[in-house]
């Protein structure tokens, strides 16, 4: 294997699905919010044992550019802060990034990551890593990291692997979608299901052979793009403006044939929500996670976040809700339903009065 290693991490996502404590305007990524660190921090702390610095990019969006400069550890270069002029999702963003990637590193093995999971277990990790890049290499293949599922997620996407082939790597049937309660009850009791951990590791070539075959509309732009990426951001912004908004998964890994699956035995959360940024707490004997100042009285299974420090939060006689004050946000919610929490931003989006919040 000759080709040189680097990461990807994504890094531009506005943080919704965990409001009020994650905003428009700080984002969860740059966050500190189970560790010492700032969520992005703690993914280039987690890979800096596979990866060189100088070979670690993080794809930010335009808005968040000054937070990017201002926050991201300094051993990584600015040069390597990568600044989408918009969201287009994850295909527009993993291709682009792969252009500036190429033009600073030949022949690289990419792993792609989110700045925003928690790993329970740096070690096996970095061990899964390591493994899925030497596949990547030797074999050309995609290689995707697949989590064994603790509880019927509806937050999650799901891999479907068939017969091991080797050493806990899988041949993949097929992925799917954020599935209800029903069908996520189903892949528990099926037994060949594993969370869709969004990490995946592919060889640039490779990866452009998949875009070329599967997202045309999106490779045409290659040359382009590649010629005018440094001083051109309004530039990109017009080719954005012109690409269908489509997530890697969708747009090629459901589709290739060329993918490998790796069990990771490590403890992973999405923290892209707010019942699993809880899970990464302790609880109490009833169940309950608290943070910040708060009395409970008969409550069980429950959640409490208070940032502010001259306020308290009292809750008698209640169970499996989420009460949050942060942000200038009271926020309330059942603890089991937290699909209802994305209906109801977008409820917040159109309404003009109350929007600022967000």
Not at 204 to 216: A, E, G, M
Request: proline content about 2%.
């Amino acid at each position: 294997m000759n080709e040189k290693k680097c990461a990807l991490i994504l890094a531009g996502g506005k943080g919704t699905r965990l409001w009020p404590i994650s905003n428009s305007k700080i984002p969860k990524q740059f966050l500190n919010l189970y560790n010492s660190n700032i969520m992005i921090n703690e993914t280039i702390e987690r890979i800096k044992e596979i990866f060189e610095y100088e070979n670690i990019f993080v794809v930010v969006n335009i808005e968040q550019k000054e937070l990017a400069y201002k926050y991201i550890d300094y051993n990584i270069p600015r040069e390597n802060i990568i600044v989408e002029p918009m969201a287009k999702n994850t295909a527009m963003c993993i291709f682009y990034a792969s252009i500036v990637i190429e033009k600073k590193i030949k022949n690289s093995i990419i792993s792609i990551f989110s700045s925003d999971h928690y790993i329970g277990d740096s070690e096996c990790f970095v061990k899964t890593i390591k493994k899925g890049i030497q596949i990547a290499g030797d074999e050309n293949k995609i290689v995707t990291i697949g989590i064994n599922p603790t509880y019927p997620s509806t937050e999650f996407g799901y891999i479907k692997f068939l017969k091991q082939l080797d050493n806990d790597i899988y041949n993949v049937e097929e992925f799917k979608e954020k599935p209800n309660i029903e069908n996520a009850i189903k892949y528990i009791k099926n037994g060949n299901y594993l969370w869709n951990s969004g990490m995946f590791i592919i060889k640039l070539d490779v990866l452009y052979l998949n875009f070329k075959k599967y997202l045309p509309q999106i490779y045409k732009f290659k040359d382009y793009i590649s010629q005018i990426y440094e001083n051109e951001l309004s530039k990109i912004g017009e080719v954005y403006k012109k690409v269908e908004s489509i997530s890697i998964d969708k747009g090629i890994l459901e589709k290739t044939q060329d993918i490998k699956m790796i069990k990771g035995f490590f403890e992973w959360y999405d923290i892209g929500n707010i019942s699993d940024f809880f899970k990464t707490k302790q609880k109490d004997v009833e169940g309950n996670v608290k943070i910040g100042n708060s009395f409970v009285y008969k409550v069980q299974n429950s959640n409490i976040y208070n940032d502010e420090k001259d306020k308290l939060i009292v809750i008698v006689g209640n169970e499996d809700i989420n009460v949050i004050n942060c942000n200038n946000v009271i926020f309330v919610s059942n603890k089991n339903k937290s699909e209802l929490i994305s209906e109801a931003i977008r409820k917040i989006e159109e309404n003009e009065i109350i929007n600022k919040f967000l």
